[in-house]
Structure formats: C-alpha cells, structure tokens
C-alpha cells in the first residue's frame, strides 16, 4: 500500500502493473513507480529504529502507507521487544491503536492478533488510570474472543472476567493475570538454581501477559 499522491486520504494498491488510488482513481506513471518500489526495497533491506518516533517520521515522509506490511511488521517488533525505553504509556496507546487500525483495513474480520492488541491497550489503560476505557478495549476483546475461540475458551472467560469486574490499579491486574504466582515461581528457581535476571516490572505499557 502506498499514500496517493492526487488525494490526501488516498492509498494505492499495485493490481498487476498498474498502480491506482483506491478512493481517487488516480493512476500512477512509470516514474512515480519506480520511486515508490525503489523506496520500498530500499527500506525493505535497509529499514532499523530503535524508537517508535523515529519510525513515525519516516513514515511521514515516505511514500509507502502507514499501513504497509513493512511499518507494520517493524513497529510491531518495536512493541512486542521492548526496545523503545522512551515510549511514554499514552504514546504506547496511540501506536497500539495504529497497529489495530493497520490490521482492521489489512485483516476485515476477527483475528487473534486484534485481540492480543485490545488486550494490551486495556493493560496500558489500567495502568494510566483509565479504567472506563480499560473496560471497553476488555469488553471489545472479549466479544472478538468469542468468536474467535469460542465463549467456554479460557482465555475468553478472562475477557469476561476483566470486562466485569476491571481492576484499577496495575498491581490488582497482575494478580488476575497471575503474574505474582510467575513472579513466586521464578523466586523459588532461583532459590533452588542461584540467581538469575530479576522478572519483568508490570509497568503501565509492559504486556503482564499475552493471553
């Protein structure tokens, strides 16, 4: 997917060899195509940030959409590793909602990864305090687990659950999601094994766990 460049909202879809604006119809020249896929492979084997900033600028001035497998792809892996210190909570929602926005207009039906991001988002809400909001993202993965895995999965039944009754406080949610009884676990192994690298702090954007 690339951005039109006839109209502000557009995005260009490659149907064989021609390249047109899904909302303008504009049709793109030789030229405009070759900058495009030029760029594409370029950013395909050169692309590496190390913060979700940094890939939002260069998304902006690129002429692949937002919504290219390639952002995609690296802008999860900038999530889901960790490596952005510098991603505060709310900007954390904001890029969560990008990816789910990315995958709603790629993937137009329920799908695992959606619920993996509702839940995420839901987390991150809890740990910025909005809890009403953290309900919703919990009642939405909830109704999406249903379909995917069906309402007697577990993992659906935890929706339900977090969906009724949302915790409020970072600490309460780790203990629904039972990241304390993890944390017990690792401290009796390293008891028994020595010590190892101390568990991971449930902070407000920190995923306690994907179910």
């Avoid at 991001?117 to 909830?142: F, K, P």
């Avoid at 999965?153 to 409020?168: I, S, V």
């Avoid at 629904?176 to 407000?204: K, L, Q």
Wanted: aromatic content about 8%; overall charge negative.
């Amino acid at each position: 997917a690339f951005n039109c460049v006839a109209c502000a909202d557009g995005i260009v879809h490659p149907t064989l060899d021609v390249y047109a604006c899904s909302l303008c119809d504009a049709v793109w020249d030789n030229d405009l195509v070759e900058r495009a896929t030029a760029e594409e492979a370029i950013l395909m084997d050169e692309l590496e940030v190390f913060t979700a900033i940094s890939l939002r600028e260069i998304v902006a001035a690129s002429l692949l959409h937002p919504f290219h497998h390639i952002f995609y792809a690296t802008c999860s892996n900038l999530m889901n590793d960790s490596i952005d210190d510098t991603l505060t909570p709310e900007h954390a929602l904001l890029v969560y909602k990008e990816l789910l926005d990315s995958l709603n207009y790629v993937v137009p039906y329920p799908h695992a990864s959606k619920i993996q991001l509702m839940n995420l988002m839901a987390q991150t809400s809890v740990g910025v305090g909005r809890i009403e909001t953290a309900r919703a993202h919990y009642e939405a993965a909830h109704a999406m687990s249903c379909l995917v895995f069906g309402s007697t999965c577990g993992e659906t039944r935890l929706f339900g659950q977090l969906a009724e009754h949302t915790p409020t406080s970072v600490d309460e949610m780790a203990a629904i999601y039972g990241f304390e009884e993890e944390e017990e676990d690792d401290e009796e192994e390293e008891e028994e094994g020595g010590e190892e690298e101390d568990p991971a702090d449930p902070s407000s954007h920190h995923t306690i766990e994907n179910v």
